[in-house]
């Protein structure tokens, strides 16, 4: 081993080690990935939040790049994101579907009657056994699914301005342009 | 009864409102008590996504709840452990396992360690090695005569230094 070896070696590693350390800073272990994502959705029937004699189910996803958001209506973020759905759903034409997860149905009901309804379709998932198969662990969770039914991407807390315009928006418009 | 809320720790999840519930295992008893076992194993084994320093046994929050539940009603309904596994980490990924599986991915998580051991064995032999041959080297040919001397048994040494009682 030369000598400068002998001395850059043990420098180069330590930079690598800090440069490692600090991407970890950076990160928030909150949000797990999910293996979902370039999987088919899963299956499912849920009645609508609305009317518990209309059906909702993962047929519906199909035909039409979605986004399938996750709420409840004590969930305070999801109150937060609430406003950017709305301004979501009047400027894009993305179809937004809503995942209602364990959640009372007249305060669900009341909170879209009070901040309006984003959403082409809720599921009413009260059990949150639906939540279990698309690997929900939180609220707000929401998953962009392509006209072929498969999940793309899933946002993992609130979409606020900035998530939408530099993620959420770039992806959804890649996937209306693929055929 | 208050509307569904997500999990015990406040201070933990910052989108999610919190109520205080209080969980108890209970309600999950099997017939065979080995089967109990089993279970109380398992749940042991599993991470809870919420509160993620606690196992899938230990979380108070509401979908270690609901997962506790799964997990029950597949082994009730006959499913192996196995099964049990592959059906969460197929949902929420490796991440809800607390003993990471061993792949590509994995390789430097499970192997790291020994080869940074193996590779500081190797430069502290090589250390150890060079400084035995440096000071041999250093020796003149006196010495090394007075040193095979020292070292062969059953003879004197040639000449020794005052006040040196060894």
Known sequence: MSKSLRFLLPLALFVALVGLLFFGLGTDPRKVPSPLVGKPVPQFTLPTLQDPKRSVSDADLRGKVSLVNVWFSTCVSCRAEHRQLMAIAKESGVQIVGLNWKDDKPDALQMLRQFGNPYHVVAFDEDGRVGIDWGVYGAPETFVVDRKGTIRYKQIGPIDQTVWEQTLRPIVDQLKAES | ?166
């Not at chain 2, 089967?35 to 809870?48: N, P, S, V, W």
């Not at chain 2, 196995?82 to 990924?93: C, K, M, S, T």
């Not at chain 2, 792949?103 to 193996?118: C, D, I, N, R």
Request: glycine letters at 8%; charged letters at 25%; aromatic letters at 8%.
């Open chain 2, 1 to 166: 009864m208050l509307p569904a809320a997500l999990l015990a720790g406040v201070l933990a999840w910052p989108f999610a409102a919190t109520t205080a519930h209080a969980f108890t295992l209970e309600e999950f008893s099997f017939d065979d008590p080995a089967q109990q076992a089993e279970f109380r194993g398992l749940i042991d084994e599993l991470r809870c996504l919420v509160c993620q320093n606690e196992s899938l046994s230990a979380s108070q929050a509401e979908l270690a709840q609901d997962l506790r539940r799964e997990v029950y009603e597949m082994m009730r309904a006959g499913k192996s452990k196995a099964e049990v596994v592959d059906f969460l980490v197929a949902r929420y990924g490796d991440f809800v396992l607390y003993s990471p599986p061993i792949k590509p991915s994995t390789y430097v998580l499970w192997f790291g360690p020994l080869a940074l051991g193996l590779l500081g064995a190797v430069v502290v032999l090589r250390t150890i090695r060079a400084k035995g041959k440096g000071q041999e080297a250093d020796l003149t040919e006196a010495e090394r005569q007075r040193l095979a001397g020292l070292l062969s048994p059953g003879r004197e040494p040639a000449r020794r230094p005052k006040g040196d009682r060894s």
